[in-house]
């Protein structure tokens, strides 16, 4: 179940997109991280292309729901804030955003209630200027300039993980460590535990320290965090190791025994 905040989140425009292939991949990346309205400008062959659902891995529900366009400015008509993608410089006065910043002003205009939309140029030719200078500003990817080539695919799971990690940071639930916090009382008698072996053990020296120490390592532990799992199978750890050290003892004890018979 996804617990995400009902954001209604960015169109993604393609401006003459060439492969079906590369719809379809984008179309991918796009249900991986909840984006579902796809809008093409001008699709060099034609919609729909059985290709683009052969690529798309099964996120069928956000090709059935593109819609096609003549020109980008039909294509954002009806939105508030859209963002062009590119990396070329371009001559125009717009802000200048990496992907995360531009996320960040989506997410304000949307939770607003304003539509919102990233554009990306297709493959061979990128975005025109005139197609830019309809947009609110230009989002470009902080990649290395040794190979600026980015597919379209790309490019678009880059901006939607952008988008993605702001509505829901956090690891999936399936992730998320649901074991329930030990209890004070458990806590304590493991310190207790813990501390009954050290005395044994000649631990704490000299022993006028053995209340500063005890507090040191009260605290260190409990930084920690544990559960009540962790704390059983950590005083399982103490019993052994107590355990094993009465052996060598007894051992020892055994040794000495046979060397003064001898």
Same mark, same amino acid.
């Given at each position: 179940?996804?617990?995400?905040?009902?954001?209604?989140?960015?169109?993604?425009?393609?401006?003459?997109?060439?492969?079906?292939?590369?719809?379809?991949?984008?179309?991918?990346?796009?249900?991986?991280?909840?984006?579902?309205?796809?809008?093409?400008?001008?699709?060099?062959?034609?919609?729909?292309?059985?290709?683009?659902?052969?690529?798309?891995?099964?996120?069928?529900?956000?090709?059935?729901?593109?819609?096609?366009?003549?020109?980008?400015?039909?294509?954002?008509?009806?939105?508030?804030?859209?963002?062009?993608?590119?990396?070329?410089?371009?001559?125009?006065?717009?802000?200048?955003?990496?992907?995360?910043? +531009?996320?960040?002003?989506?997410?304000? %205009?949307?939770?607003? !209630?304003?539509?919102?939309? *990233?554009?990306? #140029?297709?493959? @061979? &030719?990128?975005?025109?200027?005139?197609?830019?200078?309809?947009?609110?500003?230009?989002?470009?990817?902080?990649?290395?300039?040794?190979?600026?080539?980015?597919?379209?695919?790309?490019?678009?799971?880059?901006?939607?993980?952008?988008?993605?990690?702001?509505?829901?940071?956090?690891?999936?639930?399936?992730?998320?460590?649901?074991?329930?916090?030990?209890?004070?009382?458990?806590?304590?008698?493991?310190?207790?535990?813990?501390?009954?072996?050290?005395?044994?053990?000649?631990?704490?020296?000299?022993?006028?320290?053995?209340?500063?120490?005890?507090?040191?390592?009260?605290?260190?532990?409990?930084?920690? +965090?544990?559960?009540?799992?962790?704390? %059983?199978?950590?005083? !399982?750890?103490?019993?052994? *190791?107590?355990? #094993?050290?009465? @052996? &060598?003892?007894?051992?020892?004890?055994?040794?000495?025994?046979?060397?003064?018979?001898?």
């Amino acid at each position: 179940m996804d617990d995400a905040p009902a954001l209604t989140p960015p169109v993604v425009i393609l401006d003459k997109p060439q492969l079906a292939d590369n719809i379809g991949a984008v179309a991918r990346v796009m249900a991986n991280f909840g984006l579902d309205k796809l809008r093409l400008v001008s699709p060099r062959d034609g919609w729909p292309q059985d290709r683009a659902w052969a690529t798309a891995s099964g996120a069928d529900w956000v090709l059935e729901g593109v819609q096609v366009f003549d020109s980008v400015a039909e294509a954002v008509a009806d939105l508030t804030l859209v963002y062009a993608t590119t990396a070329r410089h371009r001559e125009l006065r717009l802000p200048v955003l990496t992907p995360r910043e +531009g996320s960040a002003r989506l997410h304000d %205009a949307a939770a607003q !209630g304003q539509g919102i939309g *990233l554009l990306f #140029g297709g493959e @061979r &030719a990128g975005l025109e200027t005139t197609d830019i200078a309809l947009t609110q500003g230009i989002v470009t990817i902080p990649i290395d300039p040794k190979h600026h080539s980015l597919n379209l695919a790309q490019a678009v799971a880059i901006n939607a993980y952008e988008w993605r990690t702001g509505v829901l940071n956090a690891p999936p639930p399936r992730f998320r460590d649901e074991a329930p916090p030990a209890s004070q009382a458990q806590l304590e008698g493991m310190y207790g535990h813990l501390e009954t072996e050290l005395e044994a053990g000649g631990f704490f020296h000299p022993p006028e320290m053995k209340p500063a120490m005890s507090r040191n390592l009260r605290v260190m532990l409990g930084r920690a +965090g544990l559960s009540a799992q962790e704390v %059983a199978t950590f005083r !399982g750890v103490i019993h052994a *190791l107590a355990k #094993g050290r009465g @052996r &060598a003892l007894a051992k020892l004890a055994a040794k000495r025994d046979a060397d003064r018979q001898d």
